[in-house]
């Protein structure tokens, strides 16, 4: 399988990190977990780890940006961390980094998502 | 010293999204004897991915039957690479160039792909015809001055 994803929660976060490669095969895979999960009432935001991730292509802009829209609808925020020179490349090319939370760390992340989310 | 070097290849496959990574490996395998940087290389596999990507979601509508054609050529810096399809073609070229414009935002698509392919290559040209099946071809050429030494 060449995208596996692990995930914990902290308060409301759903911490997800994501391992492998996000395309058009292997997004769905992850959209359906993540999708999932978020339905559960006690979770509002989301931090996605991809300090495993090693590749991704715009596939994997269009499932995050899915979240994202899932996410506001709960009031929730949505966070980034761990990314790769050219993971940060193409997500500056989408423009969500205008409306995502970025850590360079889950724990840079995690204390950013937590300042934004009050 | 002064290397001249020639060298195609020619890749078909089904429409299977399984078969983006393979597409992937196989040109960056191919490319190799180039000595890329990593960022090349990725530049590379990520326009594979985005045109491959397109010829199953739109050229054949996500049908698994249709055949993904690749030729890469190599002549010494510069890597040309054709992706062709045989499915639906373009109806609105002009549009389907449009940075964000996707024909079918029900399947979360970005509508990035030519965007990605027109930034990390030199050239992206597309052709197609309705009916018939698209074209993409790209071409970058990569820092000589790695490539002599091989």
Known sequence: ?118 | MNQTTHNRMELSFLSLSSNEAFARISVAAFISRLNPTLDELTDIKTVISEAVTNSIIHGYDNREDGWIRIVTVIQDDLIEIEIADQGRGIDNLELARQPMYTSKPELERSGMGFTIMENFMDECHVTSVPGEGTTVLLKKRIEQTRAIFN
């Open chain 1, 1 to 118: 399988m060449s995208l596996q994803a692990t995930s914990a929660e902290q308060g409301d976060i759903l911490i997800v990190k994501v391992t492998g490669e996000l395309d058009h095969h292997t997004a769905p895979i992850i959209k359906d977990f993540l999708e999932t999960e978020m339905t559960k009432p006690h979770l509002r935001h989301l931090l996605l780890n991809f300090e495993q991730l090693e590749f991704m292509d715009s596939s994997g802009i269009g499932m995050i940006l899915g979240r994202y829209k899932q996410v506001v609808q709960k009031g929730g925020k949505m966070g980034i961390c761990g990314l790769h020179p050219a993971i940060h490349r193409l997500l500056e090319m989408s423009g969500l980094f205008k409306i995502l939370i970025v850590g360079d760390d889950e724990r840079h992340a995690l204390s950013r998502l937590e300042v934004m989310a009050r």
